[in-house]
């Protein structure tokens, strides 16, 4: 199963909306089809916005067919759609800055080196995730205790990423090691990434996954069945405070007022250091028929009043450890996000 792949002629994705009941690819051929899969949640998760909006500028270049100076005003055009699209996870701008500043150092060669450098950035990009979340699950399966039962939400999974994982590619490494007994999965109202996506993604790996809803979480963790919280993010400030899928912070709180641990897991591209806290982070707000209807069907009425934010935002002292393909941030994150930040600049420096 492979979230994303770059084709001769397009990104072919994997249609998550159609999860469970379909394993179905699409192949998207302008950078237009791309931002219209980012906005309908086909590809979702920070990590595979991040690089699915990459293969949107290589496919832009690719499909352009003007000249040099018109194809800076196409890739420039082709960014702003893919940045308009969703605004929480910071992965995606990440990734389309780093997608120009391969053009702006290349825009001098020939038009065919320059698709060819692109091309090879994003695909780059797609490898590197996967080896960043190899490390992260590899730094977190650490932290689990022996026998750990794991809650979690929403679907930070090889399907959010481009392979393994982060809350659950620390899952799956822990569980490779003998030290996962079960998962609880959070359903994830309105969207349901938990029940169609993270128990899918588990059954097909053989691990252990209970389905709950949303509101049985505090029931879970008061009766002693829950060890630890592992969830992924959208976006991390300076000083800890995280966005991730709406209903994080609710199990953060839960968490807290039963001593269990909370852990985030998260490659350093969903760290904006340009954000002091929280309060700055652009919250997505979606459809309110996402609420009114469960799988197409309505359950209130057609213009009931609703309020849909897809993310929310944990304080960084609800967190016990932030964990990254550079290391494991501890309280203070201030700190402690600066220290990773910095040693990730020295290990670039070495290469
Ligand atoms: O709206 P989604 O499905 O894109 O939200 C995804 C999440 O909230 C994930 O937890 C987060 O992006 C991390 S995915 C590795």
């Known amino acids: 199963m492979k979230s994303i792949e770059w084709r001769e002629n397009g990104v072919r994705i994997l249609d998550q909306t159609r999860l469970p009941g379909e394993v179905r690819y699409r192949l998207l051929s302008s950078v237009e089809e791309v931002a219209e899969a980012i906005k309908r949640l086909e590809v979702r998760g920070a990590p595979l916005i991040g690089v699915t909006a990459a293969y949107g500028i290589a496919l832009a270049a690719v499909k352009h067919t003007g000249d040099r100076e018109s194809l800076k005003n196409e890739l420039i055009r082709s960014s702003e759609i893919l940045v308009n699209t969703r605004p929480t996870a ?40 996967l080896h960043q979340n190899m490390r992260i699950g590899e730094l977190g399966a650490d932290l689990l205790p022996e026998d750990a039962r794991v809650l979690t939400i929403c679907n930070a999974g090889a399907l959010a990423t481009c392979g393994h994982g982060t809350a659950l590619g620390l899952v799956r490494s822990a569980f490779s090691r003998g030290r996962v007994k ?37 029931y879970v963790m008061r009766s002693g069945q829950v060890d630890v919280v592992v969830t992924g993010a959208d976006r991390i400030a300076a000083n800890g405070d995280t966005a991730n899928k709406i209903g994080t912070y609710g199990l ?38 996402e609420v009114r209807k469960v799988g197409g069907l309505l359950i209130t009425l057609p213009e009931a009043e609703v309020l849909n934010p897809a993310f929310d935002v944990t304080p960084g002292e609800l967190i016990t450890a932030i964990v990254t393909e550079r290391g494991v941030a501890r309280p203070p994150y201030l700190s402690s996000l600066a220290n990773l930040n910095k040693k990730g600049r020295e290990e670039s420096y070495e290469l």
């Open 90 to 129: 910071v992965n995606l701008r990440w990734a389309v800055e780093r997608m120009m500043q391969v053009y702006h150092a290349s825009s001098h060669l020939e038009l065919d080196a320059i698709r060819e450098r692109l091309v090879a950035e994003a695909r780059r990009m797609e490898e590197e995730d």
């Open 182 to 218: 079960k998962v609880w999965a959070c359903e994830t109202r309105p969207v349901l990434q938990g029940s169609r996506l993270t128990v899918w993604e588990l059954a097909e790996d053989e691990i252990p996954v209970t389905l709950i809803t949303d509101n049985m979480a505090g």
């Open 252 to 289: 953060a709180v839960l968490a807290h007022h039963h001593r269990i641990p909370f852990i985030v897991a998260a490659p350093f591209s969903s760290i904006d250091l340009s954000i002091p806290d929280g309060e700055k982070i652009p919250i997505e707000f979606r459809d309110p028929d």
